[in-house]
């Protein structure tokens, strides 16, 4: 078989979710599957994370804009290939493309309605373009895989989908997220203590930032340690807007924001955390819930969206909604340190029913099923 898979972004040095979802997936096909030939259709960027072996191909496509590069470069350097399929995996693809296609369609967050625009012009136009994009491709896919049952059922009712045209693969996470000694060399880059609640933002919406801040605050108010919180991914500026629009400055001092984390030292800073927070409005996996889990830090998750599917029955979840809700499951983990030890252990157990090699797995059936109804 010859298969071809865009992964546009994973050579862009600063990557997000979407990226090391496509990213570990063809770490892992690479590693199981030495038969079928893979042409891996990237941007050129800075960060060659993935190397060539003999059956895969990396092919640096170059393009102005994501759009372009998508809706007329891609098609044409698949053409030249010839492949059997091709399998785009972030949300969108090509309106015309003369080969069978897959598509990963993570979420719809973008047909539901939005609580609040986001200050950041590319996600806004990223949300456009899926608008328009995506209600032309879904009829024109083989298959259409997401990442959740919830996601799936979601699409399904929401998009009138026939059942055997979506189907759900669980994403998994990365192997060096494990328990960790010795981890101050790289925390003390972030932040001086270790024990320190985490958070880690966006400035999408759905990330649920100035709610967050807002429990945060509440429990500065009754707790007796008053934990400082590292928040990954904002710049200062935005998160003093969110601050002053919303009357907290006073909990500024505790705030450490150090902006873009690489996701090399982020196994060291859940490590370093006292307790992790994932309260996010909506999500339609939850990449980082594991990879919390999977290093011995307990999680405080939503009771929204796929949070529960991943986090399971004994995850500790939250209305993300009720500022005092996630405040409380603060609060108790840090009083109660039986508690605190059963979540702690069952992260790691938990965290054990993912992984990428599954993904891959599921993925290798899939494309083989496609490829033999031709």
């Known amino acids: 078989m010859k298969i071809a898979i865009e992964a546009q972004r994973i050579f862009r040095p600063n990557k997000h979710g979407m990226d090391f979802v496509v990213l570990e997936t063809v770490r892992e096909l690479q590693r199981i599957d030495k038969e079928n030939e893979y042409f891996i259709f990237v941007s050129p960027g800075p960060d060659h994370c993935l190397r060539e072996t003999d059956n895969v191909h990396i092919i640096e496509v170059q393009c102005p804009t994501y759009p372009l590069w998508e809706q007329w470069a891609l ?74 049952h919830f996601e799936c059922n979601r699409i399904r009712e929401t998009l009138h989908l026939p059942e055997d045209k979506i189907m759900a693969i669980y994403n998994g996470f990365s192997n060096h997220f494990k328990p960790l000694d010795n981890i101050k060399s790289v925390t003390q880059k972030y932040i001086s203590t270790t024990g320190y609640l985490f958070f880690l933002g966006n400035t999408d919406p759905k990330k649920n930032t100035p709610r967050t801040l807002k429990a945060y605050h509440l429990y500065l108010q009754h707790s007796q340690e008053k934990r400082p919180l590292l928040i990954a991914d904002l710049k200062p500026e935005y998160v003093d807007d969110i601050l002053k629009e919303t009357g907290l400055e006073d909990i500024r001092p505790y705030l450490h924001l150090p902006g873009y984390i690489p996701n090399t030292d982020l196994p060291f800073l859940y490590n370093g955390a006292f307790a992790f927070l994932y309260t996010s409005l909506r999500e339609s996996f939850g990449i980082p819930l594991l990879e919390a889990m999977a290093c011995g830090t307990p999680v405080i998750t939503s009771n929204t969206s796929s949070m529960p599917e991943v986090g399971g029955e004994g995850a500790i979840l939250a209305d993300p909604t009720d500022e005092q809700s996630i405040a409380n499951q603060l609060l108790l983990l840090e009083r109660d340190k039986e508690f605190y030890q059963k979540q702690s252990a069952y992260g790691l157990v938990r965290s054990k029913h993912f992984s990428w090699e599954h993904t891959a797995h599921e993925l290798l059936k899939l494309y083989q099923s496609i490829i033999k109804s031709k």
Request: net charge positive; charged share 20%; proline share 8%.
């Open 75 to 148: 098609p044409r350097a698949v053409n030249k290939i010839k492949p059997d399929l091709l399998h785009c995996t972030s949300n969108t693809a090509p309106l015309r493309t003369q080969v069978p296609l897959v598509l990963t369609l993570h979420d719809i967050i973008f047909l539901e309605n939005r609580q609040n625009s986001s200050k950041s012009l590319y996600q806004n136009m990223g949300w456009h373009y899926r608008r328009l994009v995506v209600p032309r491709i879904l009829p024109k896919c083989r298959k259409i895989i997401t990442v959740s």
